[in-house]
């Protein structure tokens, strides 16, 4: 992936934008102080980049926000048990979201996935989303599916359908090796991830495809259908 950096500065997620250096502190140390002491604070808090090297290395709650061509592209938030990442779009509302447990020292599974479709109408991600799906996956193949999709005329109400995978899926890309500082590539591309086939083989994902979501398939220019399009348009 070409031009790709990151700092560790706080994606806020209510105003959608990335915060400067001192309010990012700020918020990194409301998150932490109750895990760590007032010393080691004074010590590796003075930057974003120091906290996160420290928290890395004792396994501690820090974020990193990775751009692309000098734009917001995802934002990871790494904690004792868990990595999160996000996709942001050129709103910077998150388009997809993954979760991965850290199974061991080495190894994490991709447990949750969020895919979320907006209507490009407004300019707050709640009230411009459309449909959110929610994939969970359990290292033995178990595979639930459940999308919310908003309807807003002529009132607001949301449709929920729970679906079931009818056999066990395969989840072998689900695996991945726990990254080290600053190595964040392997997340980062998600089309080796979050990929249709075998992942979600045996469970209906979505709605039938649109006219031109089969006329891309049928050219080969929608890898990804089920993914919302230009889901990561910077």
């Known amino acids: 992936m070409d031009n790709i950096s990151f700092d560790h500065r706080f994606y806020n997620d209510v105003r959608y934008l990335i915060m400067d250096e001192e309010k990012s502190l700020n918020n ?64 910077l509302f998150w388009t997809v979201g993954m979760v991965f447990k850290k199974e061991n ?32 996956f359990t290292p033995k193949g178990n595979l639930t599916l459940t999308t919310e999709t908003i309807i807003r005329e002529p009132s607001v109400k949301i449709e929920r359908e729970e679906k079931e995978a009818a056999h066990p899926v395969n989840v072998s890309q689900n695996w991945k090796n726990i990254p080290k500082y600053g190595e964040y590539d392997e997340l980062l591309d998600y089309e080796s991830i979050i990929k249709p086939g075998d992942l979600l083989k045996g469970i209906d994902t979505s709605v039938e495809p649109s006219a031109d979501d089969q006329a891309d398939e049928g050219n080969g220019k929608n890898d990804h259908p089920w993914l919302p399009k230009d889901w990561n348009k910077n």
């Open 105 to 136: 020292s080495d190894k994490m599974f991709l447990s949750e996935v969020w895919i979320r479709s907006y209507a490009g109408k407004n300019d707050e991600m709640l009230k411009d989303l459309l449909q959110d799906q929610h994939l969970v």
């Open 28 to 91: 990194i140390k409301t998150r932490v102080e109750d895990d760590v002491s007032k010393a080691i604070w004074k010590e590796y808090g003075k930057t974003t980049k120091d906290w996160a090297k420290y928290a890395h290395e004792h396994n501690l709650w820090y974020p990193t926000t990775v751009y692309k061509d000098n734009e917001p592209f995802a934002y990871i938030v790494n904690t004792d048990k868990t990595v999160h990442i996000k996709f942001l779009n050129e709103k």
